[in-house]
């Protein structure tokens, strides 16, 4: 299929603040145009230590449906630093110093939501992106269906997004994590939502609405036809495009609806791997991280419009600016490199876990995320033993690192140990994960190896 949006030749310097801002508002340059128009002039106010010259920007897609140019690389206000381990206050001098960089650096694509961070992340970008000019950057904010009530309820919602966002109007809308059928037509149907969120579009407070998508596939394309919509989120990376990710992503592009991607590094996941999959990425080119292999890997597809990172500190935001400044699609070299090592990585499988929260609280009190954070370290260092294997020096010190991992990391109350099998967490994982078997299986293999030497 021909692609219908390509990556832009950056755009020349010659454009005046005048011109640019002439053209912005005539809709036929995006932000990521006034952008390259002011760059001389703001970065001389915004960042002293620049004169402009040194600016390489991220590599931009065309919005097929309004001609904006977009930054390939979107900023997900997701997993910002942290003040404390633990607690959702974000480390702001740290976060701002990311945003800084990435803005600076031509990223203009800023998602966040009403959950994220507990209800501070909106707050935080907000506080962080009123300092530029609003038509220098594109603003993403959700609608979060599962909370809604009834209509009054989602329009003061959305007036508190704008309120702790500190924008008149949101450049990107989505209807927050669709999935159930029916849930969908309670919320959005039923109770009229998206008719208002329709209205507010037509008022200009909303620039493009779509969805992001976290259901089963056979229940995607009931989505994707229910409305034109202007675009749609869908998770896909290496990992599992076999899996659902080739299939979503051809449903978009057969209706040419633009597509955005979360969740590229299955919630880091793709960035970590194991020794063995991590030596064959080097081994074919040593200047690359693993992080920088899956954001090639989903960037070279044509449809997609932007890819969304939820960044963590300064290093992650350079190494992606990195990735996606002067983007070429991957060789059929390069993609053959990736499956060897998704093979390595696939020996000991781990739980494809994105740390996303929803299955929190626990009844039982376990911290299903950090159970599944701990274990998969420890599978992408390959330190989870092999019960059926010799017990030679290899399998004791794995055996040794894998229970101190446990053991240490978590609290004793929080321990898979703790599941009592409620399944209350299942219908709530956006990844289908059968939790509760899994707690059991991490217990089990605990147990097993307290009693083995």
């Not at 912005?24 to 001389?40: E, S």
Request: glycine share 6%.
């Amino acid at each position: 299929m021909k692609a219908r949006h390509k990556a832009s030749e950056q755009p020349a310097d010659t454009v005046t603040r005048r011109q640019a801002l002439k053209y912005a508002g005539a809709g036929i340059v995006g932000a990521a145009g006034v952008w390259f128009g002011l760059k001389h002039t703001l970065l001389k106010d915004y960042f002293p230590d620049t004169d402009g010259h040194d600016i390489h920007p991220v590599t931009t897609r065309i919005d097929p449906r309004t001609g904006a140019a977009i930054s390939l690389l979107a900023f997900g206000c997701m997993r910002l630093p942290l003040r404390e381990q633990g607690k959702p206050d974000i480390d702001e001098p740290r976060a701002m110093e990311m945003i800084d960089y990435a803005y600076r650096h031509g990223v203009n694509y800023f998602d966040t939501a009403w959950f994220y961070h507990q209800g501070m992340s909106e707050t935080f970008i907000g506080k962080a992106l009123q300092r530029y000019p609003r038509e220098t950057f594109y603003l993403a904010d959700k609608m979060p269906g599962r909370l809604i009530e009834s209509l009054r309820h989602a329009k003061e919602v959305f007036a508190e997004q704008l309120k702790k966002c500190r924008v008149d109007y949101f450049d990107f809308y989505l209807l927050h994590s669709v999935g159930k059928v029916e849930d969908y037509e309670q919320v959005y149907e039923k109770y009229g939502v998206y008719d208002y969120l329709a209205e507010e579009k037509a008022k200009g407070r909303i620039r493009r609405l779509g969805f992001s998508f976290h259901g089963h596939r056979n229940d995607f394309p009931y989505f994707a036809d229910k409305h034109d919509w202007d675009f749609a989120m869908i998770q896909a990376n290496y990992l599992d495009w076999d899996i659902d990710g080739a299939y979503l992503y051809n449903e978009l592009a057969q209706r040419n609806i633009p597509c955005l991607i979360m969740e590229p590094l299955r919630g880091g996941m793709l960035a970590t791997l194991n020794p063995d999959a991590v030596k064959i990425l080097q081994t074919a080119d040593a200047r690359r991280s693993a992080a920088s292999w899956a954001f090639r890997w989903i960037a070279s597809q044509p449809n997609i419009l932007t890819v969304l990172s939820g960044m963590s500190n300064l290093e992650q935001v350079k190494d992606n600016v990195k990735t996606m400044t002067g983007f070429e699609p991957m060789t059929g070299e390069q993609y053959a490199v990736v499956t060897k090592a998704l093979a390595a990585f696939q020996r000991v499988k781990p739980v494809p876990c994105t740390e996303c929260e929803y299955c929190m609280p626990c009844p039982a009190n376990v911290n299903i995320p950090l159970v599944f954070k701990t274990y998969n370290r420890c599978v992408s260092e390959s330190n989870v033993p092999d019960l059926n294997a010799s017990r030679n020096s290899d399998f004791r010190k794995k055996r040794r690192t894998f229970l101190a991992s446990m053991n240490n990391f978590i609290p004793e109350k929080e321990r898979a140990a703790r599941c009592i099998g409620c399944n209350h967490c299942l219908p709530l994982c956006p990844q289908r994960i059968a939790i509760t078997d899994k707690m059991h299986e991490i217990s089990d293999l605990i147990k097993s190896l307290q009693f083995t030497s």
